[in-house]
């Protein structure tokens, strides 16, 4: 079989530019291959590529959708630095991104030791994953019902406890933390999740010679659990820090930006600019914005944490 | 390792028989506090993440009206089918703003049935298509291959608000908009995720059915649907299942480009619903029937698949 297997494949993977024995290697399967790879292509090309080039392009454009893009250099960009709006929505969504990142990280390192040490059955962590399978939107309607000022279930807590009500959603202070929190709801248990596959790939000899030598689990935690841990977790906070920066959903179908703007956060600003005042050069400029801060983003988390090297060895 | 598992096990064996010599579970044992904490933390986590759902379905339940003065009453208040039939339009609307609704024409069977229509249709093409190149990026040789699977891959950097705008003027101009084509091509035949997913159980798959079919003359295509799709049929179908998840939920780009009434999905028709209830007396009870109609298909989903699901989070979201 082995001998069979061997003399299916191909010599060597085929290098381009070297000119080979045979020509038909060289070329390998590219025609079958480019017919399994059209219809990915297409998408590829239509509705990833295109749009790239085409975002930058209209950035530098002036583009209300009735007639063509004229071209303004720079302006779009300079007016962004010095426009109030853009600097609140940066503002705005830092904060909910501290808020929703810091809370969830904590909570779901929690229950990840809680499904790797006590709750080990699948039906608990399918029970905390439910809330991210349901949509945003159902999420923040429900509890934009339940932390309502009048009548949610919330409130009715807070004031039996003789505290006054909050208006989560309608004040200026509690909007983005409010916010943040319903997103952290929704995330932490697919969070913990992945932070608990992390947790399964540490070896448990590791443990072991730590219980041998009377660690205590704090002890153990810190000096183990963490530091073994940390590639998947600066994986998972490159991965949710990007997703939070993205809010949308949330704060749309609950504040709309609101109150005045304390929540409008920055894909929001930029939905309001491109669909609110048909002015598509300027959103553009301010998604690319958004890509560029994104992309160093998850550069400085992967460079300073060091995400892709390995305490395992 | 081994020995020290062993030694481990001896020795609780060792305690377990000295402390209780007749009985198998030995009453002296001291109750384990940190164990006990740990899973009170366990059920306040269970409980925090059920509570919201259960609300949700007692507030469907109730008459609207009834809500304020049993605001705190955790059965439902004046129990009504009412707001179900609000939701799918079984009320007239004298009846409806009797009820507390907004009395506007809304009617989540054609929502629900144009989610199914979306999700399916992006699902189908999306896994398809990625299998396909999935199977063009691990199985077959041809130059440029790595180089074209990098860019693929990097793709999956750019946020997609980034992409949505270009999208939605390529849709607009096309004359696309509020049609399901509109709405499902940006989606239909790949994701860079999808590949990578795909690519990287095929990777781990065994060559050796595929080489002995190719020896006696099969070609790719057929071994791609007579042996390859049916040996990936649990990957394929995990992929599904989260892209369908996916797919159900999205909000943002329907909302650009399927406003109108005959293809408007279930999230986007929640918005609606939500900024057409009363402004003074919103219509919760309405809201959340609306809701759980929403989450019902992704719920049934869960309970029937979610073991595939749990499992497959973890090695799809990380690597």
């Not at chain 2, 159980?201 to 002995?212: D, G, I, N, P």
């Amino acid at each position: 079989m082995t001998t069979l297997a061997k003399q299916a494949e191909p010599a060597a993977p085929p290098q381009p530019g070297k000119p080979s024995k045979f020509g038909i290697r060289r070329i390998g399967d590219l025609k079958i291959a480019l017919l399994f790879i059209f219809p990915a292509m297409i998408g590829f090309v239509l509705f990833f590529l295109v749009p790239t080039i085409r975002g930058i392009y209209l950035s530098f454009t002036e583009y209300s959708i009735l007639g063509d893009p004229t071209w303004i250099g720079l302006k779009n960009y300079t007016t962004i630095f010095s426009d109030d709006l853009f600097w609140n929505a940066m503002a705005v969504t830092v904060q909910y991104v501290a808020l929703n990142i810091g809370f969830q990280t904590v909570i779901a390192i929690g229950l990840a030791l809680l499904m790797h040490r006590v709750a080990k059955s699948t039906f608990i962590r399918g029970v905390l994953l439910l809330p991210f399978l349901v949509a945003n939107v159902i999420v923040a309607l429900l509890w934009f019902w339940m932390l309502d000022y009048q009548l949610g279930i919330v409130n009715e807590v807070i004031s039996w406890l003789g505290l006054p009500r909050i208006a989560f959603f309608g004040s200026d202070q509690w909007a983005i933390p409010t916010i943040a929190f319903v997103n952290v709801w929704r995330h932490m248990g697919y969070t913990a999740l992945l932070i608990f596959a992390g947790l399964q790939a540490i070896p448990n000899h590791v443990y072991e010679v730590a219980n041998l030598d009377g660690a205590s689990p704090t002890r153990t935690f810190w000096s183990i659990t963490m530091p073994l841990l940390r590639p998947v977790l600066v994986l998972v906070l490159v991965v949710t820090v990007i997703g939070s920066f993205q809010v949308f959903d949330t704060v749309a179908v609950t504040t709309g930006g609101g109150p005045v703007n304390a929540s409008r956060v920055i894909q929001m600003y930029i939905y309001q600019k491109a669909f609110g005042e048909s002015d598509f050069g300027y959103a553009s400029a301010l998604s690319v914005i958004l890509f560029i801060i994104l992309a160093l983003v998850a550069f400085i988390q992967m460079k300073f944490l060091k995400g892709n090297e390995t305490d395992l060895d | 390792m081994s020995t020290s598992t062993n030694s481990r096990h001896s020795r609780e064996s060792a305690t377990a028989v000295v402390g209780s010599p007749r009985s198998r579970r030995p009453r002296t044992k001291p109750v384990n506090w940190r164990r006990a904490g740990a899973w009170v933390l366990v059920v306040i986590a269970v409980v925090v993440t059920i509570a919201p759902f259960l609300w949700m379905l007692r507030t469907a339940l109730s008459s609207n009206h009834s809500l304020a003065s049993n605001a705190g009453n955790l059965l439902p208040a004046d129990f009504s089918w009412g707001a179900f039939q609000r939701v799918f339009g079984l009320q007239s609307p004298e009846q409806a703003i009797a009820e507390g609704g907004s009395g506007a024409d809304i009617n989540f069977w054609l929502y629900l049935r144009n989610s199914i229509i979306f999700a399916t249709l992006t699902t189908a093409g999306q896994v398809f298509f990625s299998a396909m190149a999935a199977y063009a990026f691990s199985r077959l040789r041809w130059p440029g291959r790595n180089k074209v699977f990098a860019i693929f891959l990097a793709t999956m950097m750019v946020p997609p608000i980034f992409t949505a705008l270009p999208n939605f003027l390529m849709i607009k101009n096309l004359g696309l908009l509020n049609t399901f084509a509109g709405l499902a091509l940006p989606f239909m035949f790949m994701t860079p995720f999808a590949i990578f997913f795909l690519r990287q159980f095929f990777l781990s798959m065994s060559r050796e059915v595929e080489e002995a079919a190719m020896l006696d003359g099969a070609k790719h295509l057929r071994i791609f649907f007579q042996i390859v799709i049916p040996n990936a049929a649990a990957p394929l179908a995990t992929l599904a299942l989260l892209t369908f998840i996916g797919q159900w939920n999205e909000y943002f780009w329907p909302l650009l480009v399927g406003q109108d009434e005959n293809v408007r999905v279930l999230t986007v028709g929640l918005g609606v619903f939500k900024s057409q209830s009363p402004q003074g007396a919103p219509d919760w009870s309405g809201l959340m029937a609306a809701t759980l109609v929403a989450a019902l298909p992704v719920l049934i989903l869960f309970i029937a698949f979610g073991k595939k699901v749990v499992n497959s989070i973890g090695f799809s979201g990380i690597k």
